[in-house]
């Protein structure tokens, strides 16, 4: 079992909750949950304890927005192929992915993304202003990247695998 596939589970994605998820209203509003995790948690100083309530609304929002959403009208747009590309590649362990998708660059991205989250934890800590912008923009540069990899993966399996090509509409 893939890590992407176990980390699918957490947030359970089902056939039908990962067509939910393809809704680009989906992704696009995922993009909230950091900045909204920073400025909760930073403005601690001012509003004490009550800056739980958004750091967690914001948490919850992450699990819950993969669901929330109806399946998408049409999933010819990049979000929808991008979310569509992540279920073909969590599902590489069942259906073999083309040789240039299997490179590191996932892993590097992933590792981009990650160093931009423990940057902005950093940036709460220590309330510093540039740590926190650019944690976020290297957060969301490796993720946004990476699901731009996803989309291309998307792209160069559907064709090839009929089970795939059912997902665009």
């Not at 073999?96 to 299997?102: A, G, M, N, T």
């Not at 490179?103 to 989250?117: H, M």
């Not at 998307?154 to 795939?164: L, N, R, S």
Request: with cysteine; proline share 4%; net charge positive.
């Amino acid at each position: 079992m893939t890590f992407e596939r176990k980390i699918s589970q957490l947030f359970n994605l089902n056939d039908e909750n990962w067509l939910k998820h393809a809704n680009k209203w989906s992704v696009w509003t995922r993009y909230s949950v950091l900045p909204v995790i920073v400025l909760a948690f930073w403005s601690r100083v001012w509003i004490g304890w009550w800056c739980l309530i958004p750091g967690i609304l914001a948490i919850l929002w992450m699990f819950v927005n993969p669901v929330l959403f109806s399946k998408p009208k049409s999933t010819k747009n990049w979000a929808s192929k991008a979310v569509l590309g992540e279920r073909v590649y969590l599902n590489r362990d069942h259906v073999d992915i083309p040789l240039i998708h299997k490179s590191p660059i996932f892993q590097v991205l992933n590792f981009i993304s990650f160093v931009g989250l423990i940057l902005s934890i950093w940036a709460i800590i220590e309330y510093s202003v540039w740590g926190a912008v650019l944690g976020v923009l290297l957060a969301y540069l490796g993720k946004s990247w990476y699901l731009d990899r996803m989309v291309w993966l998307y792209e160069d399996m559907k064709d090839v695998h009929p089970e795939y090509k059912k997902w665009e509409y």
